[in-house]
């Protein structure tokens, strides 16, 4: 253990019982102030052990809050280990707590952090509740699982193309029944095309001739082996899918009984799910648990809507308006003024799964019909394609944020009146540009 000596001067003590914690993946520098003023550091292991010493030692000090890095995540379990026994942690962006010049160590990185922390210069990070918490890691999971099951559907394409067999350009989709019976019995030694269209469900329209033809090829060994590989994956990461879906209902349902008390009857429904969509009724859930239906903005599903919730919870006192909301959801550029001046305003270069999840909601949105499609046209024609989904994304952000802290319904009208005084403005405005143009030629012939 070493103690340094502490600045008797500088900026107002806010949190007198503060630590800082340096964290790593093989170790963690922690660095608190004593009685005497002096700064202890200590070095601690990475192991389960060393985490309990870590908050033993903490406890023993006296320490109420403590503050940290974001780094990877070697940070989560002593953060929830510092929760549980009742100190307040502080999970700070890395790039808020840069050391000051001079010789790096991590030893003077703990002092440093502990140093801002008692002066009160830190923010604390967004963190869900464990509910939460819990939801983000099986949502986070699945959206994995189907990112890997589609790199599975494009090997089988793939395999398939260099055999010549073109089954993929002539129905619509070889995940449907039709196209992963052919593919099975393929795989299964059938090579007959007569054999194989059996397989064609009375709904795929494409002409017999058609699909006999596609399915035509020319048989390697080689190829056949890598489709049945991406075969077999696709179908185990399907499995995969169908349970971390259970989790996921298990998960909704315990957040339902909680708030109802136990009663869970109306939201038991089953249903015939869609590809890579749920099983449950969803939406029916998430109508209990936040108390509005999100569902009923377009462009939102109840996939949207599971993700969303899983990453900013159910609570929207976290942030202290819509500003915020949107600035947290990197749906707003970082504008940085001095001098009165904009000396900077470009996006963050930042990952939200939060904030993409709208983005790809607002996406589609330029062809609907409705009002919200009305607002991204109007966006995507001034700002461009990217723009306009950006700011298509912010104004979903702020219904959103809206809806779930008022607990108000989607408001249809509302959007309407706001695209009719737009549609006011700018009639306004080409009349006034008719009106110059108009004096303007007749003004013209007068000066010649």
Request: charged content about 30%; some cysteine.
């Amino acid at each position: 253990m070493e103690k340094k000596p502490r600045l008797k001067e500088g900026l107002p003590v806010i949190n007198a019982h503060a630590a800082g914690i340096d964290v790593g993946d093989t170790q963690f520098d922690v660095s608190f102030s004593d009685e005497d003023g002096w700064f202890v550091t200590k070095k601690y292991g990475c192991f389960t052990s060393d985490l309990h010493e870590i908050v033993s030692d903490l406890q023993r000090a006296g320490i109420t809050t403590a503050a940290m890095e974001s780094t990877g995540v070697y940070w989560l379990n002593l953060y929830l280990m510092l929760e549980e026994c009742g100190i307040e942690p502080y999970l700070v962006h890395a790039k808020h707590v840069k050391n000051v010049t001079g010789r790096k160590k991590d030893d003077t990185d703990a002092i440093w952090i502990q140093k801002l922390h008692s002066c009160g210069l830190l923010q604390k990070c967004f963190q869900p509740d464990e509910k939460t918490r819990e939801l983000r890691a099986y949502t986070r999971h699945r959206k994995k699982l189907l990112e890997l099951g589609a790199d599975c559907v494009r090997r089988m394409q793939k395999s398939m193309e260099l055999m010549n067999l073109k089954l993929h350009t002539v129905i619509s989709d070889i995940l449907g029944k039709t196209g992963m019976s052919m593919v099975k019995a393929i795989i299964e030694g059938e090579r007959n095309p007569d054999v194989l269209i059996q397989y064609k469900d009375p709904r795929i329209r494409a002409d017999d001739d058609a699909i006999k033809k596609s399915l035509e090829g020319i048989w390697k060994q080689e190829y056949l082996f890598m489709l049945d590989q991406a075969y077999q994956s696709y179908k185990f990461y399907q499995i995969q899918k169908t349970e971390c879906d259970k989790r996921i209902e298990q998960n909704l349902l315990e957040q339902v009984a909680e708030i109802y008390e136990g009663d869970i009857s109306d939201v038991c429904n089953k249903k015939k799910p869609k590809k890579n969509h749920y099983y449950f009724d969803a939406q029916q859930m998430m109508i209990k648990i936040l108390g509005v239906d999100l569902c009923k903005i377009k462009g939102i599903s109840e996939i949207t809507v599971v993700e969303l919730i899983s990453e900013i919870g159910t609570d929207m006192n976290k942030w202290k308006g819509q500003k915020n909301f949107s600035a947290w959801l990197n749906l707003v550029p970082n504008t940085k003024i001095s001098g009165g001046k904009i000396i900077s305003s470009k996006m963050q270069k930042k990952k939200n799964h939060a904030g993409q999840a709208l983005r790809m909601a607002a996406t589609g949105l330029v062809h609907s019909k409705e009002p919200i499609g009305d607002y991204a046209r109007k966006m995507r024609a001034r700002l461009g394609k990217k723009g306009g989904v950006l700011a298509t994304a912010h104004k979903l952000s702020k219904i959103i944020y809206t809806m779930i802290k008022n607990k108000s319904e989607y408001n249809i009208d509302r959007m309407e009146k706001e695209n009719e005084k737009w549609r006011q403005r700018k009639i306004s405005s080409l009349e006034k540009q008719l009106k110059l143009l108009k004096y303007t030629e007749t003004k013209a012939p007068q000066l010649q």
